[in-house]
């Protein structure tokens, strides 16, 4: 079964997580929001229904599941059914690419990550969100992963192997943030974004696409002495 399945399927509930635990998508939201520019042209991909994009102002997405989309489109959304690994976009068309619980879900993150490398502009930013494998709710997630829905066949990641995953696709690490330092149950106020890593579930990280070597070289050589 095809790891959208589930969210093609069981939309309805997946949309009905967030009224659940709003406090707990709210923090997540202005954790991501610290990291996503005000101006430029964004992509999410992975857009699910758009509760991410639509609040913090990124106008065009992707995603697998087209039922999903149809929440995206009617909060007035750019949106086209694709995977990460193959996107429809020419090479160089987007400043910023944001990535939501989503590199659980892929089939491969490297290949997606090498995608959203060539459809960035020289030096745009990768905003990516995850819960931490290495987190208690993360710990959580995997022990219990068969028992859901959504995460039976996800492949969790822990922010270590995240980062190793941007360094070998092109990007350099900017910064990260985390936030959800309780259970979810518990989670009844909304968290702060905090610096680093290693206590809240769910971290932020930024990265930037690195200069093009060849690039970079040719204005060398080329450059008046």
Request: glycine share 8%; hydrophobic share 40%; charged share 25%.
């Amino acid at each position: 079964m095809p790891k959208s399945e589930p969210f093609e399927q069981h939309h309805e509930r997946y949309e009905s997580w967030f009224a659940r635990h709003l406090e707990a998508y709210i923090s997540e939201l202005l954790a991501t929001r610290i990291f996503v520019p005000v101006e430029g042209n964004g992509l999410e991909v992975g857009v699910g229904s758009g509760r991410f994009s639509v609040p913090l102002g990124v106008e065009y997405g992707i995603d697998p599941a087209p039922a999903m989309l149809n929440y995206a489109r009617s909060r007035g959304m750019n949106v086209a059914v694709a995977k990460a690994e193959q996107l429809p976009f020419k090479t160089g068309v987007f400043d910023y690419v944001l990535v939501v619980t989503t590199i659980c879900f892929v089939d491969s993150a490297s290949e997606m990550l090498a995608e959203i490398h060539r459809v960035l502009v020289p030096e745009g930013r990768v905003i990516i969100g995850l819960i931490d494998r290495d987190s208690e709710l993360g710990t959580l997630y995997q022990k219990h992963k068969e028992e859901s829905v959504f995460y039976r066949d996800a492949e969790f990641f822990s922010v270590s192997e995240v980062e190793r995953l941007l360094e070998g696709n092109g990007f350099m690490l900017e910064d990260r943030v985390q936030t959800l330092f309780k259970s979810l149950p518990e989670t009844t106020e909304i968290e702060p974004a905090l610096p680093g890593t290693g206590q809240g579930a769910f971290v932020v990280l930024a990265g930037k696409k690195k200069p093009d070597l060849k690039v970079r070289q040719r204005a060398v050589n080329q450059s008046p002495e």
